[in-house]
Each structure stands twice: as C-alpha cells, then as structure tokens.
C-alpha cells in the first residue's frame, strides 16, 4: 500500500514538475517563433561554415594536404592535421557564430523583448525547486538527453552507411589506400556529398514534422 501512494505522489510530482519546467518556455517560443527561426538559420550557416572550411583547409592549403593519400599520413603529420584543422574551425566558424548568435540573444533581451516577458522570465529562472523537484529534473534530463543522442547515433551511422556504400559505387571497395586518386580530398568530398543529401533526405522532413507537430500541439495554448 506504502508502495502504491509513493508511486502515485512520484507520478504526480513528475507530471508537476513537466508543467512547471516547460510550459512557460513552450508558450514563449511560440509567442516569439520568429526569434528562434533566426536561431535554427544561425545554426544552418554554422554547420555550412564548417563543411565549407573543411573542404577548404583541405584543398586550398599545403597542410591540409588534400592531394595526399591516406598510405602517405604519419602519425605525427595526422595530429598536426586535426589539430591546425581545429584551429581553422574555431577562429572562422565557431567564434563568428558565436559573436553573432550572443549578439543577437543580447538584442533580445535588452532591445526586443518587453519588460513584462523579462520580468516573468527571471521569476521562473529564480524559482525555488525542492530536493525532490531537483532530483526529477535530472531525471528528466538524462531521458531527454539520451533520446537526443540516440537520434544523433542513427543520423552519423546512417551517413556512414551511405559513404561505404558511395565508395563502392565508385568502384574503389577493394582499392588500396595507396592507390592514385585515393586522395584526402577524395574521401572528404564524398563524405561531404552524402552527409548533406543525408541532411536534405532525412533532416528536413524530422524538422518540418517536428515544427508541425509542435506548432500543433502548443501553438493554439
């Protein structure tokens, strides 16, 4: 009986916790979609900005050494590769869209937003959680973060699939690394071609569904 009530104070604490957790934030990014919609296109130009500095570093400079085969990469000569590859990505990707991402949260909440959704904004920010409230919340977490993995997981095998199977369409599957034309730039721009056609393919069906599934289910609230 003692289990039953403590099941049943566990589910609806749960089910409060959900409410109190993601209503108010659900209801704000559909009041102000428009402002997450620049967020996802900040988030596209970034992802395009990586492909397009990858396919550069590889065959626009001597380092990234696009004309090489694999057989001919050291040890040493792959570590400065990833390394001088990450470089190039922080200082022409990921600092930009940094700046211009905080830049415009920054316009937001100091320029566009009205007091009154600030204000509601630092009351739910700054509201107390018990131990328990807390305890479910990383609950939560850890399941939403799983299922996002998950999701990731099957998207990169997917892509992989369809790279092992483009290279074998190109009739190279049984070709030695030290093959001519067997290139880094070779394999990059194959892997580059299926992760978008994997993009266009399998991702903007899930986002358009997911837009309106959640315009549907919280856009009318």
Known sequence: MKMASEENLNETRDEDFKKSSHVFWKNLT???????????????GAIAGFLLTLNWYV????????????????IRSSIVWIVMLFVWEILIVAIPTFIVGGGFLALIWFVLFPEDVKEDCKKWTKKEETEADKE???????????RSSQSGGAFTFLVSIG???????????????????????YFLGRWIEVFLWGLLILGVPALTFGLLWYWKKFGKE
């Open 30 to 44: 559909v009041q102000y979609w428009y402002y997450l919609l620049i967020f996802v296109l900040i988030a596209a």
């Open 59 to 74: 065959n626009k400079t001597a380092l990234g050494s696009g004309a090489l085969t694999i057989a001919e990469m050291s």
């Open 136 to 146: 479910f919340k990383k609950k939560y977490k850890k399941k939403s973060d799983h």
């Open 163 to 185: 790279f092992l199977i483009y290279i074998a369409v190109d009739g190279n599957w049984n070709a030695p690394f030290s093959t001519a034309g067997m290139t880094i730039g």
